[in-house]
């Protein structure tokens, strides 16, 4: 786990377990204009127990967004969304499934996991940005975002 802080702004988690992946979801963010702080793992089950920890003492977590990569090999991102849904403090954080996949399927998987939505990388730094700041993502011909009809939903309320 690293992070990178602004103690005013809630944090933005990138689960990847490429950390090559992780450096440019960081620059993505950085040349998209977010200044919140950014916390990485590369192993989702200690992404898990992050999050367990900070629900068992808070009521609400401090976490802008959350972006999970699809395939790792301990636990798919499907099932780390289903857990991290299943904590009431993460009901209102987006989390958005970060993958090179564009397969129906997997778009299917991760809006059946609880997923706020599906980016296909490589990620435009606007639509990262977008997410972030509680925006719909503009489309892009490359590396495009779906957003599932639960974000657009709360986003408009």
Not at 34 to 42: G, L, Q, R, S
Not at 75 to 104: C, H, N, Y
Request: aromatic share 8%; charged share 20%.
């Amino acid at each position: 786990m690293s992070a990178l802080s602004t103690p005013s702004l809630p944090s933005v988690v990138l689960i990847d377990d490429e950390p090559e992946e992780i450096f440019f979801a960081v620059h993505a963010l950085k040349k998209g204009g977010v200044k919140h702080p950014v916390t990485t793992f590369e192993d989702p089950e200690k992404a898990i127990d992050h999050f367990k920890r900070a629900c068992a003492s808070t009521a609400r977590i401090p976490v802008a967004a959350v972006f999970c990569d699809v395939k790792m090999p301990e636990l798919t991102g499907f099932e780390v969304v289903r857990i991290l849904r299943a904590m009431p403090q993460m009901k209102g954080v987006p989390i958005w499934m970060i993958s090179g996949s564009d397969a129906p399927s997997d778009l299917e998987a991760a809006k059946n996991s609880g997923a706020d939505g599906y980016i296909v990388k490589p990620a435009n730094p606007a639509q990262i940005a977008a997410v972030v700041h509680g925006q719909e993502p503009p489309a892009f011909k490359r590396g495009s975002a779906t957003p599932f009809g639960s974000w657009i939903a709360s986003r408009s309320r």
